[in-house]
Every structure is written in structure tokens, then in C-alpha cells.
């Protein structure tokens, strides 16, 4: 019988490939109480998926990843929702000239593993993440200091592996030389990239990437790639955002839609992003738990100067093109209160934000037909405005070219690309045919991280190659400032006349639109649009 | 019959070959690179971008990478994510038996009721029951996954309270039930409207009319007779139906937060994790592979009259 023989062949195919799925299974019998939904009894669980780097403080700079840095690391300051400082593992840190900084720390602070959390923990890493050979993302979050370029030059090998401007002057104190005056560098410690290292961190990065010992809030438990990261609250933590509650579980989900849903059952405490599809029914779904708070980003549309149509082009043009947005509308209709209409360059979280005493930024066809056309009008009565379509910007930038469309005549239309890197690739290669969507979330709440890291001639997020020498002039000299607050007013002056220049349309301001259970309580958001981990309690 | 497997089997070589390059310079010619996506919205430094696209040998040609690729892939070595430094052995032996495990439970599920609707409707054609398998099915045809998925959801999670509206454990097949029914739908509806199709043709045939004549029981009849010859056209399609089952599930894990190899490729696509692309496609091409020559093996089972030498 052939049919028989062909029949044995057949069975002898189903029955490799059963017992291959059965490994499988078998492999992953173990991996049941590893990765599955049970949470220990006082954890809070929150939809924050697979980071995508290793865990190293100055490597993350994705939001997934830096919620699991923040809770195993404390830096030595930190920020309150108003943006102002709180020491947490430093005691002080001060300045007499904006270039020589002295740091104390806390005594008796220790790492998860019991090791001492000392001034040299703190230079030991800093040059360790400023070295090039180390490939560190936030390498040049460093660059202020002396002694930089010798670790980290632009090409070739380091020619040192300390920075000369870290000096220990004991335990607990050390001094931090920079290249410049820098009257805002404390609020660039704040970051969480300027995070210490134990030493059993050199001995084995890699592995110390995927299961860290910090200094923070919380103890690294375990990590189960693309399912669940856990930590447990730190008990001898003695900083002043100690853990409310007994742990946290980070949970990966594929989709907002499906998180969102978990929430609603009761198997996720807290939600970061509810998905547009949810968004006009969870304020009804979740009651009190519905989180609706802004925090300092902005979005707004830069145009590439080295394009036909903004090379040379008049202020005016651009003045006109943001009163044509109907901004209101828009983050009210389209974008579902999401947003907040912009008002300035900076949001309203940051340091020296101000009231411009403008109304370019307010919706007015007629003016804004006036001042493109004494402005020249635009090239061919025609732009594009460059997105990614894997964002769910779509249906905005549509709204917007509507706007202008309608009320000035211009002619304007969405350039999609497939996916964030294609995007990021148009930009970096000056591909950008007239203009792009343009987003920043604060590194540090003061209004310098607008500005200067978007519109100095030489920053490396310029990516509208936007050049003013008057403008850069101005930031220089509020560098040079000797306290903070005359950098703010000197960068306040920068912005207005920013408004004159306009290197870019500002639109709006983020919200963060969240929620959480009612198995949890006291959930706050932070200036940048983090829940505040440590501050949430279950009932 | 044995050394036909083994020719195709030598076959599969050159065409798993052929498909890791074709996919290989897909990848490369997309643009966007993997080390400055990475850096994201925010300031970066070009000078470290380049140092790791320098380490990780993205500054050489295509060929050369290729060739440095497959020559570790012989050795069983899949390479290592960009981002997250893990090994892709590592990700694909996570994601593969989830995503299995899914489709074993769908594809049994298709072939079952699928099989039984068609065969049902199958024997009396134009008849009451026949007009309703129709009807439902083409409502299954017609109904994208994604409202299925949250009908079903809707109805077992929050109205009845039978299931947890996400899958919790993706090892878990009580878990996996919502997901495959899903899944396995769309398919469903071609099984029986196939089965339906082609026994209602054969019952007419004359070996059917012989077989009756000599008397046979009419279980023989229908099980033995009829059905063997009415499955070959549904067989080649369960066969191309299994390969689409692992790689079109990225809706249905979507929805109900399955970690499988659909949402597992899909972001290393727009992540540009080229190696990761690769060697879970690759494995995907070798799945459809072996599921063809099943198939056609299959044939012989069915009908005697086909045979390998």
C-alpha cells in the first residue's frame, strides 16, 4: 500500500513536530510562576513595557526603561511638581562661580547589596558612562565637564579614563570643575543619568544590566524579558521618597487597548497612556482613578530652512502660518483635550516660562492672511509637514493643514513616513521637504532645555538647521550668568526674540491622560509626565 | 518514497538560503538605521552612534555582513538584539512556543468544527442547515479580527465573567482559548465552506453512485469514500493556512496581549533589529517549507492513485 508508507511518513512529521512543541511547552512550565499575572500582596502593578536597553543609568533615555532606572537609582537631586529642587542623596550641592560645584552626600547611604554609597561610587560611574569605549547613549550629558574630551574625543581612541575636573575630597564630598560657567548644571543633576554604580558593576556590566544594584526606592527582584520587570521597596532607603508601598511590578502589554482593559478588570492598577480608542469614554470608566494632567513637553512644527520653501523666508510667513491653526479646536476635537494650546516656546512646568504678550499663537484667519502675504507669502503657495504614521499623528497634522488651508489659502499637506526611523532619518540627512513634526519632553525643568538644546545654531536636535547669530550670542552670554536666575531672564530674553525669528510654530503642550484602579491611591504625576511611583498606596 | 523526502528536504537548503538574503537586503535597503533610533527625539551624540555602528560591524557592505551573518548562523548562532543586547536565540525560543501553542489551538479547532460544519452541510446540499452554515460563515468571513476579538472580549470578559479580558499567562491554554477561537475563525469559515463544496461535488461523483450500488454501509460510504477524496483541496489549504495562522496573529496577540512572534517581529521591524527580522522570518519560511511537503505527502495518504517515487 503506498498510501500506508506515505501515511507513516506523515504520522512520523506530526509526531517530531508534537514533541517539538512539547519541549517547548516543558521549557516554559517553569517560566509559570516566573512570568505570570500573581502579585505579591501590596505591589502596585503599572503598563510599562520591555525596556529596550539593558539597565544602565546612562544608557536609558526611552520612557520604559527610565521608570525601572528611576525606581532602583537615586541621583542626588531630584524635582517636586512645581520643578523645584529636592536633595535626595546629596545634602547640598553649591557654587560660588557656576563652575567649580561642591557636592555633599548624605552619610550612611547604602547600595542593595550593602556596599557604601561614597563620593568616589558617584565619579567612578560618571567616567565610566562619559568613556566613548563604553558606547554610553548619555555620554554627553558629561560634556560640561573638565576633563571630557580626553575620555570622550570625537574620534579615536580615549586618551585618559578619568575626567580631570572630578576630584574626591573625602567620603562624602567632591568637587565637579566644568569646562564653562554652567548656572543651571544642578538642574541637569537631577537627571537620572547621573546615577551612582556599586563596585561589583565593572566587574560584569552586561550581566549588571539585566539585574542592577542601585541605590534607589526599590530593589531589583527579577526581570522576565517582554513580560514583567518586579522590584521590592527598599526598607533601609532613607531618602525622602521612600516607597508608599511594597513593591512594584512593570508589566509589558502589547497594545494600550489591551492594558486599558486590565485596568477596567482589575488585573493592572495604573495605566499611563489610555489609547485613543478609549480616550472619550475613561473619565466615565474610571471615575476618581482618571489621571488628565499636563506636563513640560511641547509638539510643534519646525520647518527645515535649507528647504525651497523656508530658505530665506520672511518671520512673518511663519507668524501667519501659526495664527491660521486652530489650535483650541483642534486639541479639543481631533486630538480629544490631550493637549493644551501652546502659548510660548517652553511649557508652563518649566523655570522662566513667561507670558510673551502675543497673539501668534492665537486663531486669527484675517491677520494671518495679512502677514503672509507681507511676508511674501509661501513658495508656491504650497507645504508639506512631515510625520511618522506609526504615532498617531495622522489625524492632526490633518486637522492642522485644514486649518491653515481654510483660513489662508495655503496650501498644505501631510508627508507621512512609515515609521519613527525613517522619520529620524529625513531629519538627521536634511530630506525634510518644507517642514516636521517636532517633539520635546523636559530633561530638566528650566526653560534653557527648550531653547537651547532646539534652536542654538550647533545643538544637535536642530534638526531645521535653524541659524541666528544674534540668538546664539544671547545664549552665550546667559551661560555666562553667575546664578540661575539671571540665566533664566537671559534666556526669557532669548525666547522673545525667538517670536520674532520663529524657528518653529509651537502647537501645544502634552497632558498625560491616565488612570488607575481602585485597588490604589494617591497616584501624582510628575513634571515630565512620570506617576510618581514611590508616592502610590493600596487600599 | 524515502528518497523523495530527502531530496526535499536537500531542496529546502537552497531556498532557506535565498530567502535569509532576499530578507536580508530588505532590511538593509530600508531606511532608518537601527544605533540612531535608538537615540530617539532627544540630544545624542553622532560621535557614539558611530562608534557602535563601528562595533557592530553596520558600517561594512551588505555583502560582508551577510556573509559574517550566515556564516554565524551555521554555527548556530543567531546574532544579538541591537538595543537590548539579549540573544535572538534567546527571543525566538520565548515567543516561538507561545505563538505554537496558539496556532496548535486554532488550527485543531479550525480542523475540527471546520471540518464537521462543512461535512454536515456537505450532505445536504440546498437544505436548511447548508443555507445557515453559509450564512454564518460569511459572516465570519466578512468580520475583521479585531471586532471579533472585542465582541468576544466584551461578551466572555465583562458580560459573562468567564475569562480574564487579556491572556495573564501566555503558557497557559485555558488562557489561550479567546485568543485561538479568534484566530482560528476566519480560517474556520473556509474549512467548512470547502468541505462543504467539494463533498457536495463528490457525492455525485461515480465512484459514490458504485459504492452504494455494491451496498456498502453508509458510514463506510461517507467516511471512507467520500470524505478522503472531498479533503485534498481542504488539506492544501490548511497546509499554507498553518504558516499564516504563526505570522498573521499580530491583531489577535494585539488584542489580547499575547507575547508571541507577530508583535515580536513587528517591533523589531520598526525597530530595524535587522538579525531579529531575519531569524525569526527565516524560521517562518522553514515552517511553511515542511508544512508543504506535509501537505503533499498528505496527498498520497488521501488518494492511493498519487504516488513519490
Known amino acids: ?97 557656576s563652575k567649580t560645584w561642591t557636592v555633599k552626600l548624605k552619610p550612611g547611604w547604602k547600595f542593595h547589596n550593602g556596599e557604601a554609597v561614597t563620593s568616589q561610587s558617584y565619579i567612578d560611574a560618571w567616567n565610566w558612562y562619559a568613556n566613548i569605549k563604553n558606547n ?69 556590566p552586561k550581566a549588571f544590566g539585566q539585574k542592577p544594584v542601585g541605590n534607589g526606592p526599590y530593589k531589583f527582584e527579577k526581570w522576565t524579558h517582554k513580560k514583567l520587570i518586579q522590584v521590592a521597596a527598599n526598607p533601609d532607603y532613607k531618602g525622602p521618597d521612600k516607597a508608599a508601598n511594597k513593591g512594584i511590578q512593570f508589566k509589558n502589554y502589547t497594545t494600550v487597548e489591551a492594558a486599558y482593559q486590565d485596568v477596567l478588570s482589575g488585573n493592572l ?105 507681507e511676508g511674501g507669502g509661501v513658495p508656491e503657495n504650497k507645504f508639506f509637514i512631515q510625520y511618522n504614521s506609526d504615532g498617531g499623528h495622522k489625524e492632526w497634522v490633518t486637522a492642522v493643514c485644514e486649518s491653515i488651508r481654510k483660513a489662508t489659502g495655503v496650501d498644505c499637506v501631510g508627508d507621512p513616513k512609515p515609521d519613527f526611523p525613517t522619520d529620524l532619518e529625513a531629519r538627521d540627512n536634511d530630506q525634510v521637504k518644507s517642514m516636521y513634526r517636532g517633539g520635546w519632553v523636559a530633561d530638566y525643568p528650566v526653560n534653557v532645555n527648550f531653547i537651547k538644546e532646539l534652536y542654538h545654531t550647533n545643538a544637535e536636535s536642530n534638526n531645521g538647521r535653524f541659524s541666528n547669530k544674534e540668538i546664539d550670542k544671547m545664549m552665550a552670554e546667559g551661560d555666562k550668568a553667575s546664578s540661575l536666575d539671571e540665566a533664566v531672564k537671559a534666556y526669557q530674553e532669548v525666547e522673545k526674540k525667538l517670536l520674532e525669528e520663529m524657528p518653529a510654530i509651537p502647537l501645544w503642550y502634552y497632558r498625560i491622560n491616565g488612570g488607575h484602579g481602585d485597588k490604589v491611591d494617591n497616584v501624582k504625576v510628575d513634571f515630565h509626565g512620570d506617576i510618581e511611583l514611590t508616592q502610590v498606596s493600596t487600599k | 518514497m524515502g528518497r523523495y523526502v530527502a531530496r526535499r528536504l536537500l531542496q529546502m537548503i537552497p531556498v532557506f538560503i535565498g530567502s535569509t538574503f532576499l530578507i536580508f537586503a530588505m532590511m538593509f535597503a530600508l531606511p532608518g ?79 475540527l468544527v471546520g471540518i464537521s460544519l462543512g461535512v454536515i452541510a456537505g450532505l445536504r446540499p440546498d437544505s436548511v442547515r447548508d443555507r445557515g452554515l453559509l450564512t454564518l460563515t460569511l459572516v465570519l468571513i466578512s468580520m475583521p479580527s479585531f471586532v471579533l476579538g472585542y465582541l468576544m472580549q466584551y461578551l466572555f470578559a465583562f458580560q459573562w465573567g468567564i475569562t480574564t479580558p487579556t491572556v495573564q499567562d501566555s503558557n497557559n491554554f485555558g488562557d489561550l482559548f479567546l485568543p485561538a477561537v479568534v484566530l482560528g475563525s476566519l480560517s474556520l469559515a473556509y474549512v467548512a465552506r470547502l ?43 490548511l497546509g499554507t493556512d498553518i504558516g499564516n495562522l504563526m505570522t498573521g496573529a499580530i491583531v489577535t496577540e494585539g488584542i489580547f496581549n499575547v507575547q508571541g512572534v507577530g508583535k515580536t517581529i513587528f517591533d523589531a521591524l520598526t525597530r530595524r533589529e535587522g538579525s531579529t527580522v531575519v531569524g525569526i522570518a527565516s524560521l517562518i519560511v522553514l515552517v511553511f517549507l515542511l508544512t508543504s511537503l506535509l501537505v503533499d505527502l498528505l496527498y498520497a495518504v488521501l488518494d492511493p492513485r498519487i504516488r513519490y517515487a
Not at chain 1, 494650546?341 to 511649557?347: D, E, G, L, M
Not at chain 2, 459504492?211 to 488539506?235: D, F, Q, Y
Request: include cysteine; proline fraction near 6%; aromatic fraction near 10%.
Open chain 1, 1 to 97: 500500500m503506498r498510501g500506508a508508507k506515505s501515511a507513516k511518513w506523515v504520522a512520523g512529521a506530526i509526531i517530531v513536530a508534537m514533541s517539538a512543541t512539547a519541549c517547548g511547552s516543558s521549557d516554559s512550565g517553569d517560566g509559570k510562576d516566573k512570568g505570570n499575572g500573581n502579585k505579591p500582596a501590596g505591589y502596585v502593578s503599572i503598563d510599562v513595557g520591555e525596556p529596550q536597553k539593558p539597565l544602565i543609568p546612562a544608557d536609558t533615555n526611552e520612557s520604559n526603561g527610565s521608570y525601572v532606572i528611576q525606581a532602583l537609582f537615586t541621583q542626588l537631586l531630584d524635582f517636586d511638581a512645581n520643578g523645584e529642587i529636592v536633595y535626595t542623596n546629596a545634602e547640598s550641592v553649591s557654587t560660588e562661580d
Open chain 2, 195 to 237: 468541505t462543504r463544496t467539494s463533498m457536495a461535488e463528490n457525492l455525485r461523483a461515480d465512484y459514490m453512485r458504485t459504492a452504494v450500488a455494491k451496498g456498502l454501509p453508509r458510514r463506510r460510504i461517507v467516511g471512507v469514500h467520500l470524505m478522503r477524496n472531498s479533503l485534498i483541496p481542504v488539506v492544501t489549504f
Open chain 1, 136 to 204: 554610553q547613549q548619555n555620554s554627553f550629558w558629561f560634556g560640561d565637564i573638565v576633563g571630557y574630551d580626553d575620555v570622550h574625543p570625537e574620534k579615536g581612541e580615549p586618551k585618559a579614563d578619568k575626567m580631570s575636573g572630578l576630584k574626591a575630597v573625602d567620603d562624602t564630598t567632591f568637587t565637579i570643575e566644568l569646562k564653562d560657567k554652567v548656572p543651571y548644571f544642578n538642574y541637569k543633576l537631577g537627571y537620572s543619568t547621573w546615577a551612582p554604580l556599586p563596585k561589583v558593576f565593572y566587574d560584569d
Open chain 2, 33 to 111: 538605521d537601527p544605533v540612531r533610533a535608538l537615540m530617539g527625539e532627544q540630544a545624542y551624540d553622532p560621535a557614539v552612534v558611530a562608534h557602535i555602528r563601528a562595533d557592530l560591524g553596520l558600517d561594512q557592505p551588505l555583502w560582508q555582513q551577510y556573509a559574517t551573518y550566515l556564516w554565524h548562523l551555521v554555527q548556530g548562532d543567531f546574532g544579538t538584539e541591537i538595543a537590548s543586547k539579549r540573544e535572538i536565540s534567546e527571543i525566538i525560543a520565548q515567543a516561538f512556543p507561545v505563538t505554537i501553542r496558539l496556532t496548535l489551538f486554532a488550527f485543531t479547532f479550525t480542523v
Open chain 1, 269 to 373: 492598577d495604573i495605566i499611563r497612556q489610555v489609547g485613543p480608542t478609549d480616550l472619550p469614554k475613561y473619565k466615565q470608566d474610571l471615575g476618581n482613578g482618571a489621571i488628565e494632567q499636563p506636563y513640560a513637553a511641547i509638539q510643534s512644527l519646525v520647518p527645515a530652512f535649507y528647504s525651497k520653501t523656508f530658505k530665506d523666508i520672511d518671520p512673518k510667513v511663519l507668524q501667519g502660518l501659526s495664527m491660521a491653526i486652530d489650535r483650541d479646536t483642534i486639541t479639543k476635537t481631533v486630538l480629544n483635550n490631550t493637549r493644551t494650546p501652546a502659548t510660548s516656546f517652553t511649557p508652563p512646568q518649566v523655570k522662566g516660562n513667561q507670558d510673551l504678550g502675543t497673539d501668534v499663537f492665537t486663531y486669527n484667519p484675517e491677520k494671518a492672511k495679512k502677514l503672509i502675504t
